[in-house]
């Protein structure tokens, strides 16, 4: 069992920047693929982006590829969420997850809570 908690969502302008947190308890946190969603108002929820293990790989959507950038610290339990060049259309809950890799498909196991992420326009 993994037991996920996120931080950092929080109000800002179009343009700006956040850095979601995702802190993992449980001694096994290094062996999962990790990985962020988020869902909009109305909408399902969407993949964003996963980090291999050893933090080796990673893999985004198209629509955040080159804006976002995903990490982790094996050490400290917790992967992160670099969000730049923040859009209106990014505005969602994001949720952290610990999962594994299926083929090139990120499966989710454990889910987080969610933070609230607004962009302003």
């Known amino acids: 069992q993994v037991q996920l908690v996120e931080s950092g969502g929080g109000l800002v302008q179009a343009g700006g920047s956040l850095r979601l947190s995702c802190a993992a308890s449980?001694?096994?946190?290094?062996?999962?693929?990790m990985g962020w969603f988020r869902q909009a108002p109305g909408k399902e929820r969407e993949f964003v982006a996963s980090?291999?293990?050893?933090?080796?790989?990673?893999y985004y959507a198209g629509s955040v590829k080159g804006r976002f950038t995903v990490s982790r610290d094996n050490v400290k339990n917790t992967v992160y969420l670099q969000m730049n060049g923040l859009k209106p259309e990014d505005t969602a809950v994001y949720f952290c997850?610990?999962?594994?890799?299926?083929?090139?498909?990120?499966?989710?196991?454990?889910w987080g809570q969610g933070t609230q992420v607004t962009v302003s326009s």
């Open positions: 997850a610990a999962g594994t890799y299926s083929g090139s498909y990120y499966e989710p196991i454990y």
């Open positions: 980090i291999s293990w050893s933090g080796g790989n990673t």
């Open positions: 449980g001694r096994t946190f290094s062996s999962y693929a």
